[in-house]
Every structure is written in structure tokens, then in C-alpha cells.
């Protein structure tokens, strides 16, 4: 019984993590610089990544994060998969927006 407790608070736990948190940051870098980084620099200057610093920026959560790469993703009909979005959403994460969850 006691055992059955420290699973569910451990899934309960995990149901609360950054929904990125066995994501690939490297792959994710990747990614974005390839795909994303030409149209956000066309805008903002430099690498674009103004974009993401901004004093009013969109995404305020990781979960709105992991949502907007989706769709950019989406609307630029990248057909990345979900771990790539996940991939993607980690590298901003841990580069510019530092959500702890
Ligand atoms: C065709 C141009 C274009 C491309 C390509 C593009 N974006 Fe964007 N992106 C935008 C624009 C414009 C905004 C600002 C939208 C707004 O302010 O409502 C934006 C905003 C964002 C934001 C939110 C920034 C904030 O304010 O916090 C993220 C995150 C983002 N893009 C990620 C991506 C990713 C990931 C890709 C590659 C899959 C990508 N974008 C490709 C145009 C683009």
C-alpha cells in the first residue's frame, strides 16, 4: 500500500513538471535554427531572438510555450512531430524564457 502511494505521488508529481522535461535541447537548437530563426530576425534584428525577450512577450507558461511552437509549427506546415515541438519548446525554455515548470 505504501508503495502503491509513492507511485501515484510520483505521477502525480511528474503530471505537474515542465512539459518538457525529457525533451532534447540540442535537437531542439537545431531545429529552431533551421526552421524559425530567419522570419523572427527579419522583424526583431540580430539572431530574432528579441522576439522571445520582449517586454510584452506572448507566452508566459510552458505549457503557452510548448502551445506556440505547435503553432508556428502548424502554420508553417513543418509537420515537425510532438517531440520535436517538445525538443524545440526546451531549447527556448532554457535559453530565454527560464519557466522553472
Ligand atoms: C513567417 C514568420 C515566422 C516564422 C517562420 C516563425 N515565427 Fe515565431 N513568430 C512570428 C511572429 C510574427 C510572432 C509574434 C506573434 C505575436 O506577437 O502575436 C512569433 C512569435 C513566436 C513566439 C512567441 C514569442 C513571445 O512573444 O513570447 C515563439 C515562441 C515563436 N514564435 C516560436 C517559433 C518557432 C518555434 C518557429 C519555428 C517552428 C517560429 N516561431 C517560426 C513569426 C514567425
Redesign the pocket.
Known sequence: MKILFFVLLLLSHNAFAEPYAKADAVAGKA??EK??I???AS?YGGDGSA??T?E????STSKG?VA??RN??T??G?K?FEDEELN??KY?NNTY?KFAE
Open positions: 531545429l529552431i526552421n524559425c530567419s522570419c523572427h522583424s522576439i522571445y520582449r510584452f512577450h506572448k507566452v510555450l506556440q511552437v508556428c509549427n502554420m508553417l513543418l515537425w524545440a519548446a527556448l524564457y
